[in-house]
């Protein structure tokens, strides 16, 4: 494999890749626009990377969010994302981060795709090891109520901070919390409260034996939300390779550095993919 002086690959690996599909599936509070950092590169590197919102997610930042939202579950989401894979010529990559590497990792046990990246991702159902960390993170939503509930939930501006964008400087924290839209709180249930009261009825387990292509799963050794003992069990269940970032933290596709992260998996990528 021929590379240049900064570590990237030569052009003829590059024109390989103008035939791949890369699907990123956003995490919570977000939009399909939270790739534009990674979707730029990976087009920069030909690849065709393809960037859905979710259901009832593509709102303006502050708009009032379709009621339906509440009561939409984890598998609305992977039905939803399923449905796009299904639009896509392979090779397909699928790339998730937060609750976007969960999505990906379900869809990943019903689909052939050819590579699977997940970045801060959420555990899938049977890793737990609690943090008190995490706990922090949604304590606000407790107080409140909001995670108990099957209404569309937003998290605040101190608990968006702490939780998810504490790397940032203070003017483009802002800016991304003022992006957030609102989330479902079924899935916040689904997703953070089997272990605590078997809400879910498995349906973010995932069968590793079902999953056969390679896989990446990439943590910051800062991250709050999604912590590095969770990534790391994660890891292991999925026999994944595992790059852990030391000053990194949840916002991974987004904080300062992040071209280090996309530079990793694109290298990873054309090793899998040759």
Known sequence: MTKSADGR??????????NKNILMIHGMWGTGDYWDNFRKFF?????QCHTPTLPYHNILPGEKPDP???????????????????????PLILMGHSLGGLIAQLVAVQKNVDALILLSSTAPRGI???????FKCFWGLVKRGLIFCDKPVR?????ATYAVFHQLPEEERKAQCERMVYESGRVIKEVGLWPLLGIGEKITEVDENEITCPVLV?????DRLTPLKLQRAMAEK????YKEFSEKAH???GEKGWEDVADYIFVWLNEVLK
């Open 238 to 241: 999925l026999s994944a390779e």
């Open 43 to 47: 087009e920069l590197n030909k690849y």
């Open 128 to 134: 737990f090891k609690f943090d008190f960390e995490v």
């Open 218 to 222: 990439i943590s910051g050794c800062k």
């Open 155 to 159: 998290m605040n501006y101190n608990e």
């Open 68 to 90: 339906s939202l509440g009561k939409t579950g984890i598998k609305d989401y992977v039905e939803f994302i399923s449905g796009e894979v299904d639009k896509l010529d392979a």
């Open 9 to 18: 690959l030569s052009k003829t690996h590059m024109e390989s890749n103008m």
């Open 251 to 253: 916002w991974i596709i």
